[in-house]
């Protein structure tokens, strides 16, 4: 079992009066459409990221805030949108008013050390200290598209803790954005890959027209028998080298070794998920993964390099409660690989246009599991001059209002295993059952080499 995060861990933050950073040149005055893509209601929130670092001897006596405050108004010269507030046109319409406004930084100090917070994973301590909501910050027109913490901390470490405006980045364009800041924190003059707006390339077609099949978007109320008056709790799972050996273990011979690492998770996870929600046989259940439309350059869909806007789908797969969890995990597995199938660049085309000719909808929440893949996109990785996080990215699980949504991030357990944690949130009654349901497959399926549990975390 790992080391849990200390969850009654209370400590106090003291911040200084937050500030706006502006581009540290004039940048151009401007409007910019954002793309098709970017402007649905699924991405219309702010998304809560946040980074550990250690302490450094080679860095004593320097002050993480204000080298990645100038550090931020430097890169804000090449991400001036950034800098500037999303405005709201007709239709729905989204643009960015290049305002040159600023980002909202935030510098704090914090009377604990990295180490008073165990290992770390999602839910964390304190977070809303960690990352102060200031009033007049949380919203998505005509608000800061950033906003910045960095509480240092009295062991000599730090944390970044930030909010970013989904409808401006995906998780590879806003780690494009941190990889600029943390080269010019660096003293690089400028970032190696340069941005680039071209949002244009996932607008609709004229006439826009949808040529695929959508589940993802297919318009399914909340069921009034779903009983949503019970808090959502949190938990983080760790699957390691073990977990993983022993859940391939469960599904046929022919697909044991054809299936990735994230399929054979998602799969197992939907069905522990569906069979701890205790829903009706017939009820249908949906489960989407993102999909990164990056690299696929054909019928017309061409994304450059330095893109840094939203540039995925996420395709769904369909089923009902009663196959999903009476059937073998072959069958969830066959379903989470045939949505990813999907998608081709008609397929992105088709959501693109999709979005124009129903108002810009938002995807299908209602008994849906959404999941992104965050492992290869180096989150951890961010170096201000201090080294990599020990942890980075999504401080905790869910989407805006939507706690249906798990995020997969690389990490390396108390053992020093390297594996992938997962963030889950449900009800308090449906979480104790699927911790048991999780830990139950696994003894079975380690049951002639001793028992085994899924790590998790409350």
């Known amino acids: 079992m790992d080391q849990s995060t200390p969850c009654d861990l209370v400590f106090t933050v003291r911040r200084r009066q937050p500030e706006l950073v502006a581009p540290a ?13 970017d402007d649905q209601d699924g991405f219309r929130f702010q998304i809560p990221l946040i980074h550990f670092y250690p302490s450094q001897a080679s860095m004593a006596g320097k002050d993480p805030a204000h080298t990645i405050k100038t550090a931020l108004a430097q890169t804000l010269v090449y991400y001036y949108p950034l800098a500037g507030r999303l405005r709201e046109a007709p239709a729905r319409k989204l643009l960015v008013d290049c305002s040159a406004q600023g980002v909202l930084f935030v510098e704090a100090d914090a009377d604990v050390t990295l180490a008073q917070f165990g290992h770390l994973q999602p839910p964390f301590p304190c977070f809303q200290q960690l990352l102060y909501k200031l009033p007049g910050s949380e919203g998505i027109i005509n608000c800061p598209l950033l906003h910045i913490q ?52 996932l607008n609709a077609r004229d006439p826009p027209r949808v040529t695929c099949t959508h589940y993802e978007y297919e318009q399914v109320a909340v069921p009034s028998d779903d009983d949503d008056s019970e808090d959502t709790v949190q ?36 069905r522990c998920r569906t069979i701890a ?22 019928g017309g869909l061409e994304i450059p390099e330095g893109y840094y806007g939203n ?42 246009d999709l979005m124009v000719i129903k108002g810009r ?10 999941v992104s893949d965050l492992t290869h996109f180096g989150f951890g990785d961010v170096d201000f001059g201090w ?28 053992k020093g295993e390297e594996g992938i944690v997962v963030p889950i949130r449900l009800p308090s009654k449906a979480m104790k059952r699927f911790a048991k349901e999780l830990d139950d497959v696994v003894k079975i399926c380690n049951n002639n080499q001793g028992s085994t549990v899924i790590n998790s975390s409350l």
């Open 387 to 414: 080294g990599k996080a020990v942890y980075g990215g999504p401080a905790n699980a869910g989407l805006g209002s939507n706690p249906g949504v798990s995020f997969y991030v690389a990490t390396i357990n108390a």
């Open 277 to 298: 929600l205790q829903l009706q046989p017939n009820d249908d259940v949906r489960f989407m993964c993102i999909m990164n439309a990056r690299g696929k350059t054909k």
């Open 235 to 270: 938990r983080s799972f760790f699957f390691g080298p073990t977990e993983v050996a022993a859940i391939r273990q469960l599904v046929p011979h022919h697909l044991r070794h054809q299936c990735t690492k994230f399929e054979l998770l998602t799969a197992f996870l939907w």
């Open 150 to 201: 960095v509480t240092r901390l009295k062991c000599g470490g730090f944390i970044f803790a930030v909010n970013v405006n989904h409808t401006m980045c995906d998780a590879p364009g806003f780690v494009q954005f941190l990889e600029a800041l943390a080269e010019i924190a660096r003293g690089a003059s400028q970032p190696s890959i340069l941005p680039v707006w071209r949002r244009e390339v």
């Open 311 to 352: 540039a995925f789908v996420y395709p769904a797969a369909v089923t009902s409660a009663g196959k999903l969890c009476e059937r073998p995990l072959g069958y969830a597995l066959e379903l989470v690989r045939k949505a990813k199938g999907m998608v081709s660049e008609e397929y992105v085309h088709s959501v693109i």
């Open 361 to 370: 909808p938002c995807y299908t929440t209602a008994r849906s599991w959404l």
């Open 25 to 37: 040149k004039p940048t151009p005055r401007e409007l910019k459409l954002l793309s098709d893509i």
